[in-house]
């Protein structure tokens, strides 16, 4: 079989839409070689033999054939990285979306919807690729989500980032962002549990754990603990753990997976020494704590607070 020529830059290296072959100069014989995989019409994938493409790649050509579209739902919120569980989040098919005065995106590999937009509720990333910016992508998926774990993606937009490790200063959005679309957007399914979630929502949790450990203890009837307050030891030594009740002095963590590796259990024993130091109890706790419910998480904070005075009302 004769070699098809090659695809040039940049549609050699990523997937694309029949028109941006052609600009590049590609013919209509060389886009129905079979060596191309065509995931939807109009859309071919180059080297099909290859490694599959990234998500962000992969979706791209789909919000540029058909004008108007966007990545939306649960499309857009692996593109964003959210954390948090959202049903049927890995499922095949593309989540696109278009303004309800127009026809439902329909075509091989795509799940359509149809929506009222604003235009800041659209942006472009990865070369034009069309995405629903994070905060509609949070109350898009609100309808399929639980309120504890959209609470979980609304402290993650929220956050204040730590700038020298992630490059950034600014959070993704605001609790004033957050209310103001579902001002937006009353009515929409789901909007009851979004609402439920801002509520919830507390700027400062670093990780989904964390989140779900303050939702745990406060369900408990214990105190709301404070979100990695910045917290004054002896001799000037500052820390923030990730929930504390100064109050009672007890502080909490949770210590993922990467508190195993040598360095960080060093770094784990010195800031225990820390807070006992100063006078106060630190519960350390992991994944294994936080199942059931988080109960034997719950029982480590009761029973520290009650050490320390704390009493149920």
């Known amino acids: 079989m004769k070699t098809p020529q090659p695809l040039p830059d940049p549609v050699a290296r990523a997937p694309?839409?029949?028109?941006?072959?052609?600009?590049?100069?590609?013919?209509?014989?060389?886009?129905?070689?079979?060596?191309?995989?065509?995931?939807?019409?109009?859309?071919?994938?180059?080297?099909?033999?290859?490694?599959?493409?990234d998500l962000e790649p992969l979706v791209r050509p789909f919000t540029r054939i058909t004008e108007f579209t966007a990545a939306s739902h649960a499309t857009a919120f692996r593109l964003w990285e959210m954390p948090g569980f959202l049903p049927g989040a890995?499922?095949?098919?593309?989540?696109?979306?278009?303004?309800?005065?127009m026809a439902i995106p329909r075509r091989t590999?795509?799940?359509?919807?149809?929506?009222?937009?604003?235009?800041?509720?659209?942006?472009?990333?990865?070369?034009g690729?069309?995405?629903?910016?994070?905060?509609?992508?949070?109350?898009?998926?609100?309808?399929?989500?639980?309120?504890?774990?959209?609470?979980?993606?609304?402290?993650?937009?929220?956050?204040?980032?730590?700038?020298?490790?992630?490059?950034?200063?600014?959070p993704h959005a605001s609790i004033a962002d957050l209310a103001e679309m579902l001002d937006r957007h009353k009515g929409t399914p789901g909007i009851r549990k979004a609402r439920l979630a801002l509520e919830q929502a507390r700027v400062g949790a670093d990780s989904a754990p964390e989140t779900r450990l303050r939702l745990a203890l406060t369900r408990a009837g214990?105190?709301?603990?404070?979100?990695?307050?910045?917290?004054?030891?002896?001799?000037?030594?500052?820390?923030?753990?990730?929930?504390?009740?100064?109050?009672?002095l007890v502080a909490v963590e949770y210590e993922g997976d990467g508190h195993s590796e040598a360095g960080q259990v060093i770094r784990d024993i010195t800031r225990e020494e820390d807070f006992s130091r100063g006078g106060w109890t630190l519960v350390r706790l992991s994944k294994r704590h936080m199942a059931n419910n988080a109960r034997s998480a719950v029982s480590k904070v009761r029973a520290a607070l009650l050490d320390r005075g704390w009493r149920p009302r």
């Open 16 to 53: 694309f839409t029949f028109q941006e072959a052609l600009d590049a100069g590609v013919s209509y014989r060389r886009l129905r070689h079979r060596g191309l995989a065509s995931p939807s019409r109009g859309i071919r994938i180059p080297c099909a033999a290859e490694t599959p493409p």
């Open 90 to 101: 890995d499922d095949p098919g593309i989540h696109l979306s278009r303004p309800d005065s």
């Open 109 to 127: 590999g795509v799940i359509g919807h149809v929506g009222q937009f604003f235009p800041d509720e659209i942006v472009s990333i990865g070369g």
């Open 129 to 170: 690729l069309l995405v629903t910016t994070r905060v509609r992508t949070w109350l898009d998926v609100s309808r399929l989500m639980g309120v504890d774990e959209l609470t979980v993606v609304a402290d993650h937009l929220i956050r204040v980032p730590r700038a020298d490790l992630e490059g950034r200063s600014d």
């Open 222 to 248: 214990l105190p709301e603990p404070e979100v990695n307050p910045r917290t004054e030891l002896l001799n000037g030594v500052v820390r923030q753990p990730d929930l504390a009740y100064p109050e009672f």
